[in-house]
């Protein structure tokens, strides 16, 4: 299994922190950890249900998402949250209060559990009004299937009432009711084309797959939505606006089936065939986790110039950029996109870790008066910043000054450093400056 990547950077300018297994005090809310399993939710669907939608909230027609960041601790416990997307206050009260009664399962490295951030979404939307609504409806349909003449559009309509109120199981049955009865022909006039009917029964199917967590079944029904809205012959005009959306949906149940090649290529086919801005801006989000889980660096660069082109003002995008091209052993490139960055941004832990790999990208040109005056701009925000640090001392190594690279990573390692970079600091002070004890 691919490790799993959270992008931020955190406090001290440190870029991307890694947090060992061995972990024992909390991790930063943002720090960035490399697991081999992710938390799985063991009662989600429980705590959705405790939690409601709160009265007051449907008569003030109020909706959103409520996205809380969660501390998972080593056996699957709720530690404690933050609220990462606050929506309306009716909506966040209804969540907080019950969000402690999560459980998971613990994210692993190496079959070791470790603490763990991950975000958790609560969605609330209000859909033909109140509950009792739609249960009045699906009693009148279900009058109708009792009698004579029941059809496929019945079962299907009462599998969408039914998938509205969460009743997944039944919802599936109605759908595939809906299918078994459908004529399946696709005559020239209109009113006997049935394929949309088929097309609509086989994604609402999916999409009640996908909650349920059955990604195999979901793929399989989208696909077969797909197949029915290219065979039909009479073209409907809001099934082809549907098509994008039934390949993004598509490519995000192969994302989570960890199926990342062919997540991709949905995502891809959504980008070259949608019209809507927004959407292929949300493409570019699903494609990157999918990009970092192959470590296709190229491909990522791609897609972070098409972030850019989203949302410009956002300079993190020119940060994950720049730290490809890096990667990608296109140093130049880095360069600019993190002098992008430099000249920009108003986090001061943003500038740093922008500076310093500046630096780094920099040594590695052989540009040593570049690197040198990147780390001292990044020493000069903070005097305690141990990657500036670190990356002096690899700088005075490749000078060949050992006094000065000794100093160096000896304040990198007194000041904290981290992970990989912890590990080669403390090997070259065995080996080169007398030796490092904690």
Known sequence: MKPFFVFVIVALGLFFPVVSFAQEEE??????????????????????KAIGYPQEAISQNIEGTVILRVLIDKEGNYRKHAVVKEVHPLLVAAVEPVISQLKFSPAKVDANPVMYWMNIPFPFKLVDGETEQLKAQITKLTDELSGKGATYKTWHERGILRSRISEYDDAISDFGQSIQLNPRKNKKKAEKNTYDYLFYSH????????????????????????????????EDTAIQKMIPTVYLERGYTYLQMENYDQALVDFQWVLDNSADKDQKCSVYELMADAAVAKDDYPALIKIYSGMIECHPEDYINYFSRGYYKELANDNE???????????????????????????????????????????????????????SYFYLGKLSGLQNDTEKMCESFRKALVFGIEGTQKEEAIKVMNESCGGWEE
Request: charged share 15%.
């Open 27 to 48: 991790p930063e809310m943002n720090a960035f950890i490399f697991v081999n399993e992710e938390p799985s939710p063991l009662n989600l669907n429980e705590i959705r």
């Open 203 to 234: 994604y609402g199917r999916a999409t009640v797959y996908f909650v349920k967590q059955q990604f195999t079944e979901a793929i399989t029904d989208f696909t077969t939505a797909l197949d029915f809205a290219s065979s039909m012959i009479i």
């Open 333 to 387: 490139g880095a360069i600019r996109d993190f002098s992008v960055v430099v000249e920009n941004t108003n986090n001061i832990n943003v500038e740093m870790a922008a500076l310093n790999l500046i630096a780094w990208a920099s040594m590695k040109q052989q540009n040593y008066d570049q690197a040198a005056n990147a780390l001292q701009k990044a020493l000069a925000i903070n005097i305690l910043n141990p990657d």
